[in-house]
């Protein structure tokens, strides 16, 4: 199947659980593919003034962001877009990215993440990923990398600062994703296939986690990473070589080994 079968595949899949869920006619819902730009995906109604109601119901998809990572694609995106046109047709469920939105997002199979990593990779120059203060990554464009570098102090609404002593790496170029681009403090290359998230992590006291919380995704086992996708498959009726397709792209595993691994762990979500 090509990569527009398989979003819209996911997609239809999708909009049937919330009919089901919700109780909502869905049926109506555009599955478009003319999204220009940085984000992988977009949700657009109309909302009549007077009546509220929601009409012309459209989900649109990028189909260059999305085929650099159809994992993403398939797993957040869809059911992140499909969730703002379910809040859109029953405003009571949730709006925006409230929290509302996020369960609905959640229960559709997403990660309810209010964004996506794809949607920062810009078209000009480079992009470059920096692990703020707080722990959290931030990508910037080429003309905000160079002012950081010029000893400017970004703040950010999480109280983390970016400057120039953070750690770094160059994650896309001209609008693309690029991986295995080293990583650098204060203009020094570090010598480590370690993410930034970790370097830093290994400076800062350690943050006690409390026990209810899930393993960071960078400490999780393979199997237990597989476990992760089998569950949201389940979620959201998707068959195994979604998982497969996950453990080949992002696991780096060989097919044989990757549907081993799926096969050993499906009964066990």
């Not at 995704?217 to 389940?234: F, P, Q, S, Y």
Request: glycine content about 8%; aromatic content about 6%.
């Amino acid at each position: 199947m090509t990569n527009q079968q398989l979003i819209t595949e996911a997609t239809q899949k999708c909009l049937n659980k919330a009919q089901e869920l919700y109780g909502l006619d869905l049926s109506g819902v555009r599955i478009m593919f003319n999204l220009n730009g940085r984000a992988m995906g977009q949700a657009r109604y109309k909302i009549n003034r007077l009546t509220r109601e929601a009409s012309d119901l459209q989900l649109r998809f990028n189909l260059r962001m999305c085929a650099e990572d159809m994992n993403d694609a398939i797993m957040d995106t869809v059911p992140h877009e499909v969730a703002h046109i379910v809040c859109a047709v029953n405003p009571r469920l949730g709006a925006n990215h409230n929290p509302g939105w996020r369960n609905v997002c959640l229960q559709l199979g997403g990660t309810g993440k209010t964004y996506h990593d794809q949607e920062v990779i810009y078209a000009k120059g480079k992009t470059y990923a920096y692990t703020a203060s707080c722990g959290k990554l931030v990508n910037l464009s080429e003309q905000r990398h160079k002012k950081v570098q010029r000893g400017a102090t970004l703040r950010l609404k999480s109280s983390g600062t970016i400057s120039k002593a953070s750690v770094y790496r160059v994650v896309g170029a001209g609008g693309r994703r690029i991986k295995g681009q080293p990583t650098k403090r204060a203009g020094v290359t570090v010598q480590t296939t370690a993410q930034p998230e970790q370097k830093v992590a290994a400076k800062q006291p350690a943050t006690p986690r409390p026990a209810e919380q899930p393993k960071p995704h960078n400490k999780m086992t393979k199997a237990e990473l597989v476990r992760d996708v089998i569950g949201r498959c389940k979620r959201m009726n998707f068959d195994r070589s979604v998982a497969v397709s996950f453990a080949v792209d992002e696991l780096n595993m060989d097919s044989a080994l990757a549907r081993k691994y799926v096969k050993n762990n499906w009964d066990k979500v």
